[in-house]
């Protein structure tokens, strides 16, 4: 069976190259088994095909060494928090089985990202119910130990960043490996950005949230639940 230590789940394939994915390479260095769950296949996209969005993919996850990834099929632009939609992931959480799960912040502009949070988290409950069975799996109930909100998107102070100062160009380079929608083009040029802009401001937020945490690159999360700490000598970043 295979299996992560860590999960994340977003809306769109390239969500959590923008958001985690220098995380995901840090934890893989730890150690740590990382996976991603992409919840659509990208259909509606302005440039490119679901076809050249998979592929890419593919390349995006082997930069972040995630040992796997997956692509559930609900609707790219119409992620809806249902039963069914939660069934289907926790079908994929019982199969996988991670104890930590990223889901994106639960508040933003776009749609399938914010429903992606509460999606998230009511997928994880369900999974850990032992009386809910879900068609074409065996896998026994499983609910991740912790939810952790990657907040890049949102305009929120997070609860801690983790320093990806070793890993920002690895995790920039999973994100333009996205060509159809990142590389310097005609089509859609009005929506898109190029390529040394998309440099730029992926470093730029990088660097805003490593200044937050007394590092040079970060990424940032929230987390609901309070910080438990055992000693007060070891706790990082710098007050004054
Ligand atoms: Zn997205």
């Given at each position: 069976m295979a299996s992560v230590d860590i999960l994340a789940i977003a809306a769109h394939r390239d969500d959590v190259e923008q958001t985690c994915g220098g995380t995901l390479l840090v934890m893989n260095a730890r150690g740590w088994r990382t996976g991603i769950l992409d919840?659509?296949?990208?259909?509606?996209?302005?440039?490119?095909?679901a076809a050249d969005r998979e592929r890419e993919a593919n390349e995006a996850a082997r930069i972040l060494k995630v040992g796997h990834r997956e692509a559930l099929d609900l609707p790219d632009g119409n992620v809806q928090n249902t039963y069914e939609n939660r069934l289907k992931i926790a079908g994929v959480l019982r199969r996988l089985r991670p104890r930590v799960v990223i889901l994106p912040y639960?508040?933003?502009?776009h749609p399938d990202h914010y429903t992606t949070a509460t999606l998230g988290y009511e997928a994880c409950f369900v999974s850990g119910l032992a009386k809910v069975e879900i068609p074409g799996e065996q896998n026994p109930p499983h609910r991740p130990f912790k939810i952790l909100y990657?907040?890049?998107?949102?305009?929120v102070r997070p609860t801690f960043v983790v320093d990806i100062t070793a890993y920002a160009e690895e995790r920039l380079q999973s994100l333009l490996a996205y060509r159809s929608q990142?590389?310097?083009?005609?089509?859609g040029g009005k929506l898109f950005v190029p390529e040394e802009e998309i440099r730029e401001r992926t470093l730029a937020e990088a660097r805003h949230y490593g200044l937050l945490g007394g590092v040079k690159y970060a990424e940032p999360f929230v987390q609901k639940e309070v910080g438990l700490v055992e000693d007060l000598m070891l706790v990082p970043v710098q007050s004054i």
């Open positions: 919840l659509t296949r990208g259909e509606s996209g302005t440039r490119g095909t639960w508040q933003g502009r990657a907040s890049l998107y949102a305009d990142y590389a310097s083009q005609a089509e």
